[in-house]
């Protein structure tokens, strides 16, 4: 069964960090570019940022970069979000997504998504 699980979501203070996790399980990450996205309350949901297969590569949403990185790790099949400085319109699930199409923050270039987790920012 092919299958991306999402981990280290939480509740954290404005200005702090989390790391989220994505492990592959059931095919080889490295075959597959990997986005993170996050939906918010009633909002729609948003690429927030991207990596090539290789790592070499990433893409990230202008209201992120500076304060988030994603990197991977294909032999541990997993992909992280490293999330700084963090703010209470961060506040979403956050979901990771696989797609064997172009590197893109567009949801309809991936076909294989986990089941999100939550972050939570709040004093």
């Known amino acids: 069964q092919l299958q991306l699980v999402e981990s280290g979501g939480g509740l954290v203070q404005p200005g702090g960090s989390l790391t989220l996790s994505c492990a592959a399980s059931g095919f080889a990450l490295d075959s597959y570019v990997i986005g993170w996205f996050r939906q918010a309350p009633g909002k729609e949901r948003e690429g927030v940022a991207c990596?090539?297969?290789?790592?070499?590569?990433?893409v990230k949403a202008d209201s992120v970069k500076g304060r988030f990185t994603i990197s991977r790790d294909n032999a541990k099949n997993t992909v992280y979000l490293q999330m700084n400085s963090l703010k209470a319109e961060d506040t979403a699930i956050y979901y990771c997504a696989a797609g064997r199409s172009r590197l893109s923050r567009l949801e309809g270039e991936y076909d294989l998504w986990g089941q999100g987790t939550q972050v939570t920012v709040s004093s």
């Open positions: 990596i090539s297969r290789s790592g070499s590569t990433t």
